[in-house]
């Protein structure tokens, strides 16, 4: 299939939906990718698949699982004097304790919305007398775009451009859930953007260590429908494997010349997950090498408020597939996309903002 068209095709969704139902057991899977979750409410599949298959969303919404305490740490370098802190529209809103990046910006910090760290650095180099911080989120996707953004800041011997990394990666993730075994998942449906970057063999852990089918689909109807079919085929066969549906984005290997430029500039390094804790070697930390370019050394001295979670809202364990927004006593009551009191409701791929938006009340 070569257009677009033909994966919204609907003869085709209803056999591929068709076959779907012809398997008799019921299954439960996980979409780790925000995109999913959205697309799975947007095109209605949730609704058209048999009550017996349940699909859960996952940590796949970089904003979602960026931790309390770095939200706070980002509202700290913002107010540093003289310095424009620059990041996504979506991190804007996420509260914490001490408010929200546009709270800072109405008190009369400059917090600007950029599209690409490459924005981030055009600014920094209109602005030489200002200090410049990118607060840099997102998976594998997202990584290589910071990377290269510090490579040519070090080659343009750009000084006043900083990045806070708060990158992370995908497959740990999937691990640490599978590890805290609340959620009984028998397949994950792997992030399709994610993929294009790392290819299919940091899932291959999945099947091997825990028996778990992964398929790596794209975001149409037909793309999703179809992974979910051919995880279902997987199970019945009693086989387990790491297969890409998306295949006209994904390859194997992925992107070799992408990650050489994200190793190039990160490496390894802790996380704290919003809903999963700490996790090592999760992150994507910038390498000595470039700490001229790495905001965090300025957090060292600097008093940062202490973070604190709303202990009503239930965005753990939504990011841990464990309870559905339905279940939070604030969703729809108290908190909403215009009054988030949760980052999955501030993000357009968190899934509380997802269900406020399609699930039918
Ligand atoms: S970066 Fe892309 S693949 Fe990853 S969660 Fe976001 S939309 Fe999905
Ligand atoms: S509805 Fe709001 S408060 Fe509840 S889990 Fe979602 S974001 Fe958190």
Redesign the pocket.
């Known amino acids: 299939m070569k257009f677009i068209e033909e994966f919204r095709d609907k003869e085709l969704c209803q056999r591929v939906l068709a076959k779907i139902k012809s398997y008799g057991f019921p299954a439960i899977f996980m979409e780790v990718c925000g995109t999913h979750t959205v697309s799975l409410f947007r095109f209605g599949i949730r609704q058209m698949l048999p009550p017996t298959i349940k699909v859960i969303s996952g940590p796949g919404c970089p904003v979602c699982v960026t931790s309390q305490q770095d939200i706070e740490n980002a509202l700290a370098l913002a107010s540093l004097p003289n310095t424009i802190l620059l990041t996504f529209g979506d991190m804007m809103k996420v509260p914490a304790k001490s408010g929200s990046l546009e709270r800072k910006r109405a008190e009369g910090a400059d917090v600007r919305v950029v599209y690409s760290p490459l924005d981030a650095l055009k600014i920094a180099k209109n602005n030489p007398d200002k200090l410049c911080i990118f607060l840099a989120v997102g998976f594998e996707t997202t990584a290589p775009a910071t990377a290269s953004s510090i490579l040519r800041a070090r080659d343009e011997n750009l000084r006043n451009f900083k990045v806070f990394s708060l990158h992370k990666l995908i497959p740990p993730a999937m691990r640490a859930i599978l590890e805290m075994g609340e959620s009984k998942i028998q397949g994950f449906i792997c992030p399709g953007h994610v993929s294009t970057i790392i290819g299919a063999k940091p899932y291959r852990f999945i099947p091997e260590e825990y028996g778990i089918p992964c398929v790596i689909a794209g975001f149409e109807p037909l793309d999703i429908l179809q992974a979910i079919y051919m995880l279902m085929d997987m199970l019945d066969k009693g086989t387990s494997d790491v297969k890409i549906q998306y295949k006209r984005a994904v390859r194997e290997e992925g992107n070799p010349l992408a990650l050489e430029i994200m190793w190039k500039v990160f490496e390894e390094g802790d996380a704290v997950w919003r809903g999963l804790g700490y996790l090592p070697s999760t992150a994507l930390k910038i390498r000595e090498e470039f700490s001229d370019y790495d905001a965090m050394y300025l957090l060292k001295d600097m008093p940062v408020t202490e973070a604190e979670e709303?202990p009503?809202?239930?965005?753990?364990?939504?990011i841990r597939g464990v309870?559905e927004?339905t279940e939070?006593?604030?969703?729809?009551r108290?908190?909403?996309p215009s009054q988030?009191?949760?980052?999955?409701?501030?993000s357009s791929e968190?899934?509380?903002?997802a269900?406020?938006k399609y699930a039918p009340s």
């Open positions: 709303n009503l809202c239930r965005c753990g364990e939504v309870a927004p939070c006593p604030l969703f729809k108290v908190c909403n988030p009191i949760g980052p999955c409701m501030v968190g899934t509380c903002s269900y406020y």
